[in-house]
T-cell receptor, first 113, second 113 residues
Framework: DTGVSQDPRHKITKRGQNVTFRCDPI?????LYWYRQTLGQGPEFLTY????????KSRLLSDRFSAERPKGSFSTLEIQRTEQGDSAMYLC???????????FGPGTRLTVT | AQSVTQPDIHITVSEGASLELRCNYS??????LFWYVQSPGQGLQLLLK??????LVQGIKGFEAEFKRSQSSFNLRKPSVHWSDAAEYFC???????????FGTGTRLTIIP
Protein backbone atom coordinates (compact mmCIF):
# COMPACT_ATOMS: atom_id res chain seq x y z
CA ASP A 1 0.00 0.00 0.00
CA THR A 2 1.44 3.39 -0.98
CA GLY A 3 -0.87 5.62 1.03
CA VAL A 4 0.00 7.97 3.88
CA SER A 5 1.08 6.10 6.98
CA GLN A 6 1.27 7.28 10.57
CA ASP A 7 2.96 5.81 13.58
CA PRO A 8 1.93 5.04 16.23
CA ARG A 9 -1.79 4.61 15.71
CA HIS A 10 -2.48 5.05 19.40
CA LYS A 11 -0.50 6.68 22.18
CA ILE A 12 -1.37 6.92 25.85
CA THR A 13 0.86 9.15 27.91
CA LYS A 14 0.88 10.84 31.26
CA ARG A 15 0.56 14.56 31.58
CA GLY A 16 3.93 16.25 31.39
CA GLN A 17 5.55 13.65 29.18
CA ASN A 18 6.85 14.32 25.68
CA VAL A 19 5.49 12.45 22.66
CA THR A 20 6.55 12.23 19.04
CA PHE A 21 4.48 11.12 16.07
CA ARG A 22 5.70 10.17 12.63
CA CYS A 23 4.08 10.60 9.24
CA ASP A 24 5.25 9.04 6.00
CA PRO A 25 3.60 10.71 3.00
CA ILE A 26 2.99 9.26 -0.43
CA UNK A 27 6.45 9.07 -1.95
CA UNK A 28 6.26 11.67 -4.72
CA UNK A 29 4.23 14.20 -2.70
CA UNK A 30 6.13 17.33 -1.78
CA UNK A 31 3.47 18.88 0.46
CA LEU A 32 2.74 17.52 3.89
CA TYR A 33 0.08 18.73 6.34
CA TRP A 34 -0.73 18.16 10.00
CA TYR A 35 -4.25 18.52 11.40
CA ARG A 36 -5.76 17.90 14.81
CA GLN A 37 -9.24 16.52 15.37
CA THR A 38 -10.98 16.53 18.72
CA LEU A 39 -14.12 14.59 19.52
CA GLY A 40 -17.16 15.85 17.71
CA GLN A 41 -15.22 18.37 15.64
CA GLY A 42 -13.78 18.55 12.19
CA PRO A 43 -10.02 18.50 11.69
CA GLU A 44 -8.19 21.76 12.33
CA PHE A 45 -5.10 22.80 10.45
CA LEU A 46 -1.84 22.86 12.42
CA THR A 47 1.00 23.28 9.94
CA TYR A 48 2.28 22.34 6.54
CA UNK A 49 5.51 21.78 4.65
CA UNK A 50 6.65 22.08 1.11
CA UNK A 51 9.57 19.71 0.91
CA UNK A 52 11.58 20.47 4.06
CA UNK A 53 10.36 24.05 4.47
CA UNK A 54 7.65 24.72 7.03
CA UNK A 55 5.48 27.30 5.27
CA UNK A 56 2.71 28.00 7.72
CA LYS A 57 1.87 27.35 11.35
CA SER A 58 -1.51 27.76 12.96
CA ARG A 59 -1.99 29.70 16.18
CA LEU A 60 -3.13 26.33 17.56
CA LEU A 61 0.49 25.23 17.42
CA SER A 62 1.75 26.46 20.77
CA ASP A 63 5.40 26.61 21.78
CA ARG A 64 5.11 23.07 23.10
CA PHE A 65 4.52 21.77 19.60
CA SER A 66 7.20 21.39 16.98
CA ALA A 67 7.11 19.78 13.56
CA GLU A 68 9.93 18.86 11.26
CA ARG A 69 10.45 17.38 7.84
CA PRO A 70 14.21 17.17 7.72
CA LYS A 71 14.78 15.59 4.33
CA GLY A 72 11.54 16.51 2.67
CA SER A 73 10.17 13.01 3.10
CA PHE A 74 8.74 11.86 6.45
CA SER A 75 7.68 14.32 9.12
CA THR A 76 7.57 14.27 12.89
CA LEU A 77 5.30 16.15 15.25
CA GLU A 78 6.53 16.49 18.82
CA ILE A 79 4.50 17.65 21.78
CA GLN A 80 6.44 18.59 24.87
CA ARG A 81 5.01 18.61 28.39
CA THR A 82 1.70 17.17 27.26
CA GLU A 83 -1.54 18.43 28.77
CA GLN A 84 -4.93 16.79 28.92
CA GLY A 85 -6.17 19.26 26.34
CA ASP A 86 -3.74 17.76 23.85
CA SER A 87 -5.82 14.58 23.72
CA ALA A 88 -6.99 14.33 20.13
CA MET A 89 -6.52 12.57 16.83
CA TYR A 90 -3.51 13.91 14.95
CA LEU A 91 -3.92 13.57 11.20
CA CYS A 92 -1.30 13.81 8.52
CA UNK A 93 -1.99 14.44 4.85
CA UNK A 94 0.11 14.84 1.75
CA UNK A 95 -0.40 16.25 -1.70
CA UNK A 96 1.50 16.45 -4.94
CA UNK A 97 1.46 20.21 -5.06
CA UNK A 98 -0.51 23.38 -4.57
CA UNK A 99 -4.27 22.96 -5.05
CA UNK A 100 -3.95 19.19 -5.41
CA UNK A 101 -6.01 16.70 -3.44
CA UNK A 102 -4.80 15.99 0.08
CA UNK A 103 -4.58 12.31 0.97
CA PHE A 104 -5.00 11.57 4.66
CA GLY A 105 -3.39 8.97 6.83
CA PRO A 106 -5.31 6.97 9.46
CA GLY A 107 -4.22 9.29 12.26
CA THR A 108 -2.55 8.93 15.65
CA ARG A 109 -4.93 9.00 18.59
CA LEU A 110 -3.30 10.62 21.62
CA THR A 111 -4.72 10.20 25.10
CA VAL A 112 -3.16 12.21 27.90
CA THR A 113 -4.00 10.92 31.39
CA ALA B 1 -12.06 34.24 7.96
CA GLN B 2 -13.14 31.26 5.97
CA SER B 3 -15.70 29.03 7.63
CA VAL B 4 -17.81 26.02 6.82
CA THR B 5 -21.14 25.22 8.46
CA GLN B 6 -22.78 21.83 8.55
CA PRO B 7 -26.10 22.46 10.26
CA ASP B 8 -27.01 18.82 10.80
CA ILE B 9 -25.01 17.04 13.50
CA HIS B 10 -26.72 13.69 12.99
CA ILE B 11 -28.97 12.32 10.26
CA THR B 12 -30.74 8.97 10.15
CA VAL B 13 -31.86 7.55 6.82
CA SER B 14 -33.44 4.28 5.82
CA GLU B 15 -31.44 2.03 3.55
CA GLY B 16 -32.42 2.70 -0.05
CA ALA B 17 -33.71 6.19 0.68
CA SER B 18 -32.23 9.34 -0.77
CA LEU B 19 -29.78 11.50 1.14
CA GLU B 20 -28.88 15.15 1.24
CA LEU B 21 -26.25 16.55 3.60
CA ARG B 22 -26.07 20.30 3.89
CA CYS B 23 -22.99 22.49 3.76
CA ASN B 24 -22.73 26.26 3.74
CA TYR B 25 -19.53 28.23 3.37
CA SER B 26 -18.66 31.76 4.29
CA UNK B 27 -18.24 34.34 1.60
CA UNK B 28 -14.92 34.23 -0.12
CA UNK B 29 -13.45 34.53 -3.54
CA UNK B 30 -13.33 31.37 -5.62
CA UNK B 31 -13.82 28.76 -2.91
CA UNK B 32 -12.51 25.30 -3.49
CA LEU B 33 -14.98 22.90 -1.88
CA PHE B 34 -14.66 19.30 -0.81
CA TRP B 35 -16.62 16.50 0.79
CA TYR B 36 -14.74 13.90 2.83
CA VAL B 37 -16.01 10.75 4.52
CA GLN B 38 -14.53 9.28 7.69
CA SER B 39 -15.37 5.78 8.84
CA PRO B 40 -14.37 4.52 12.30
CA GLY B 41 -10.67 3.72 12.37
CA GLN B 42 -10.21 5.00 8.84
CA GLY B 43 -8.60 8.10 7.47
CA LEU B 44 -10.51 10.80 5.69
CA GLN B 45 -11.39 9.85 2.14
CA LEU B 46 -12.19 12.41 -0.51
CA LEU B 47 -15.63 11.89 -2.08
CA LEU B 48 -15.59 14.80 -4.49
CA LYS B 49 -14.29 18.32 -5.03
CA UNK B 50 -15.31 21.51 -6.77
CA UNK B 51 -12.80 23.99 -8.11
CA UNK B 52 -14.62 25.61 -11.02
CA UNK B 53 -16.73 24.79 -14.05
CA UNK B 54 -19.80 22.58 -13.94
CA UNK B 55 -21.61 23.22 -10.67
CA LEU B 56 -22.83 19.63 -10.40
CA VAL B 57 -19.92 17.45 -9.37
CA GLN B 58 -19.86 13.68 -9.48
CA GLY B 59 -17.82 11.75 -6.95
CA ILE B 60 -17.04 8.27 -5.85
CA LYS B 61 -19.49 5.78 -4.33
CA GLY B 62 -22.43 7.31 -6.20
CA PHE B 63 -22.26 10.70 -4.47
CA GLU B 64 -22.76 14.05 -6.11
CA ALA B 65 -22.76 17.66 -4.91
CA GLU B 66 -24.06 20.89 -6.33
CA PHE B 67 -22.33 24.24 -5.90
CA LYS B 68 -24.80 27.11 -5.54
CA ARG B 69 -23.03 30.43 -5.28
CA SER B 70 -26.27 32.35 -4.63
CA GLN B 71 -26.92 30.22 -1.55
CA SER B 72 -23.27 29.73 -0.51
CA SER B 73 -24.02 26.04 -0.40
CA PHE B 74 -22.41 22.81 -1.51
CA ASN B 75 -24.83 20.05 -0.52
CA LEU B 76 -23.98 16.40 -0.89
CA ARG B 77 -26.54 14.00 -2.34
CA LYS B 78 -27.00 10.34 -3.02
CA PRO B 79 -30.14 8.88 -4.60
CA SER B 80 -30.11 5.60 -2.68
CA VAL B 81 -27.99 4.96 0.42
CA HIS B 82 -26.43 1.67 1.39
CA TRP B 83 -25.69 0.44 4.92
CA SER B 84 -21.98 0.88 4.16
CA ASP B 85 -22.52 4.65 3.79
CA ALA B 86 -22.87 4.98 7.56
CA ALA B 87 -19.99 7.27 8.56
CA GLU B 88 -19.06 10.85 9.42
CA TYR B 89 -19.14 13.30 6.54
CA PHE B 90 -17.15 16.50 6.45
CA CYS B 91 -17.47 19.46 4.17
CA UNK B 92 -14.30 21.49 3.72
CA UNK B 93 -12.96 24.43 1.80
CA UNK B 94 -9.75 26.05 0.76
CA UNK B 95 -9.12 28.94 -1.54
CA UNK B 96 -6.80 29.28 -4.44
CA UNK B 97 -3.22 29.58 -3.32
CA UNK B 98 -3.98 28.71 0.30
CA UNK B 99 -4.44 25.03 0.55
CA UNK B 100 -5.00 24.54 4.27
CA UNK B 101 -8.38 22.89 4.59
CA UNK B 102 -11.06 24.42 6.78
CA PHE B 103 -13.55 21.76 7.84
CA GLY B 104 -17.08 21.87 9.10
CA THR B 105 -18.00 20.06 12.30
CA GLY B 106 -19.28 17.05 10.42
CA THR B 107 -22.56 15.19 10.01
CA ARG B 108 -22.89 11.69 11.36
CA LEU B 109 -24.97 9.48 9.09
CA THR B 110 -26.81 6.49 10.50
CA ILE B 111 -28.50 4.00 8.19
CA ILE B 112 -31.45 1.98 9.44
CA PRO B 113 -32.80 -1.17 7.75
Amino acid sequence: DTGVSQDPRHKITKRGQNVTFRCDPISEHNRLYWYRQTLGQGPEFLTYFQNEAQLEKSRLLSDRFSAERPKGSFSTLEIQRTEQGDSAMYLCASSLGRDDEQYFGPGTRLTVT
Amino acid sequence: AQSVTQPDIHITVSEGASLELRCNYSYGATPYLFWYVQSPGQGLQLLLKYFSGDTLVQGIKGFEAEFKRSQSSFNLRKPSVHWSDAAEYFCARTRRGNEKLTFGTGTRLTIIP
